[in-house]
């Protein structure tokens, strides 16, 4: 439901690298990897001498992101789930979880998860939009509203986790050390419709009867008339094992 704007999102995933401080010879994991487009940069900093290890359980995930990171050689890609991370306890030096919490059936237990297989000394940085912050701009506001209680209530499994990601970690055994709140801003309605679902989240909407179906539709007809403005806060959390 909530990527990050272009800019925003690499002004955060740049910070939350520079912060996890990813040295070489290290061990590094990426859980919920997706496509991979992450690997590299830790791999860098990792160098010959260390090992990135990106997990997911999608499939066509994982095939893309053996594809994207083949001649990296420091990158290992394996299958699993964030609950039961494939990795030896105690063997990770850094970890990342990025916008993958909001989706896990426990947000709490992948964190104690990554308690277990990081080493004492470890940080782990972890990035997630507070969805209730979802903000679009219209002249009909009420349905705005309406739509980001919909989006967080029947799309996002736990959608308000960015709030929380300090508290959690701190529940898990971490010490939190950084904690920081940017806020991507969508000014292209076409660019908003794809990453933040409007058309696909309305129109669910309307299916299951909790909007209006012509003031959804209007509502929706209306964005791409004029300036368009969405943003949401997207919350980074570095922590110590």
């Given amino acids: 439901m909530l990527r990050a704007a272009a800019g ?18 290290q061990t590094a994991i990426d859980v919920g990897c997706g496509p991979g487009a992450d690997l590299p940069e830790p791999a860098e900093r ?8 990106g997990v997911d359980r999608d499939p066509a995930m994982l095939t893309e992101a053996r594809r994207r990171t083949r001649d990296l050689s420091a990158v290992e890609i394996r299958e699993g789930d964030a609950h039961c991370l494939p990795v030896m306890p105690g063997s990770v030096d850094r970890a990342k979880i990025d916008r993958v919490l909001m989706h896990v059936a426990e947000p709490v ?19 997630e939009p507070d969805g ?4 679009v701009d219209a002249e009909d506001l009420g349905t705005s ?26 529940q898990a055994g971490f010490t939190v050390e950084t904690v920081i709140a940017t806020t991507p801003v969508f000014l ?15 129109q669910q909407a309307i299916q299951e009867g909790h909007i209006d179906e ?22 980074s959390v570095v922590s110590s094992r």
Wanted: net charge neutral; glycine share 10%; aromatic share 8%.
């Fill in 46 to 53: 990792v160098g010959v001498s260390g090992t990135v290890i």
């Fill in 8 to 25: 925003a999102g690499r002004d955060y995933k740049r910070e939350l690298m520079d912060l996890l401080d990813v040295q070489p010879g």
């Fill in 145 to 170: 509203r309406a739509f980001t209680r919909y989006t967080t209530s029947e799309v996002v499994r736990h959608a308000a986790i960015g709030r929380s990601l300090a508290r959690h970690a701190e």
């Fill in 188 to 202: 292209d309605f076409q660019g908003a419709d794809h990453t933040l679902g409007l058309g696909r989240n309305m």
């Fill in 109 to 127: 237990d992948v964190l104690a998860q990554l308690h277990s297989v990081t080493r004492p000394g470890a940080l782990i940085g972890l990035a």
């Fill in 132 to 135: 209730d912050t979802l903000t």
């Fill in 214 to 235: 012509e003031r959804g539709r209007r509502w929706f007809t209306s964005l791409s008339e004029g300036t368009f403005f969405a943003s949401f806060m997207l919350v």
